[in-house]
């Protein structure tokens, strides 16, 4: 039996539900017993050492039936769980809240697994020294291009391989928006709003489109991947909004597209995000909202992944394969 405590039960969160509910008799099948024994959110939560129905928690929390008098630190720190899975908003500068619940959580002797980049930018190294030390394991692969197995791929299949460089496209927003503008020409502005009507863009985009976000997502790569010991003060960000059609309408005349790469090199321990040209037969040039990298190693050579770097489903299928590689 993994006794499973989720804090944070907003779009991930609750695509976490629906996955262990639907994928329960395959995990039971495969030897790990996911018992929920409590749930949260920023008002309040579920509780139960016995197990919670994945089902009635999603009915619950979509009807208003949490109970308010429970809290996540609350829960941390009375119920008996084995893995805690955060999934509460990032804020790339304090890691709060995140951060204080998984350093609670690893307290208590519990492995964690999150989707939340906060935490991690702000202390990768104090985070997982403080696992280590414990005999505990903290998983992230969520934390970068959602479902799309870079983190993984890099630390098992490629185990043993010196990693020289990564570069990629970790934001579908910035992509969504910048595919948009090579195939109709639209001014950013005009595809931003196009984006924010569809839902791909927030209502704040500035975190997207200014680099913020795929900056926070390399400064994980090059701590975790590259040995480095950075933060987000180490990475030079340019991003997207000062993209005119006219630049773009120069690159595509040209055989080049422009997209947002974010890049980390171990040879010069820089890392950058920035509007790149890129060869429209490079496999960085992808459309729409994917995600994707190339990772340059002195063994496997180059290797290229992309997938589907955000969505419910798609970042819990991320979450799920840590939870199965933390207990099978
Ligand atoms: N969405 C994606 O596709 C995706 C992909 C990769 C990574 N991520 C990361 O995963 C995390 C979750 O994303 P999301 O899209 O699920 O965000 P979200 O929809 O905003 O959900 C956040 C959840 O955290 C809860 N919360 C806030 N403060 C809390 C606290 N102190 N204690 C307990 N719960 C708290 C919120 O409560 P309420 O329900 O009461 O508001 C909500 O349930 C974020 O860090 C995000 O960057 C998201």
Redesign the pocket.
Known sequence: MVRILL?????????FLKVISRKMEWLRSAGIDPVIVGV????G?LYDENGLDPEDVLRK?ATGGFDNSI??LDLIEKVDFDVGIE????NAETGE??LT?IKKMLERGANVIT????PLIVDFHGLCGFAKKRGLSLKYE??VG?AMPLISLIEKTLAGNEVYSIEGIFNGTCNYILSRMEKELFPFSHVLLEAQELGIAEKDPSYDIEGIDTAGKLVILANAIMDMKVGMKDVEIRGISEITPEAMELATRNGYTIRLIGEVRKNTGKLRVYPRLVSKSHPLAIYGTLNAALVKTDLAGEVFVSGR????I??ASAILNDLIGLYS
């Open positions: 804090i944070g039960c907003g779009s991930v969160g609750r695509g949260t959110d920023s008002k939560g929390k809290s996540s999934t509460t908003p990032t809240p995140g619940h989707s939340n980049k906060g969520a934390t959602g770097g955000a969505g419910s798609e970042t």
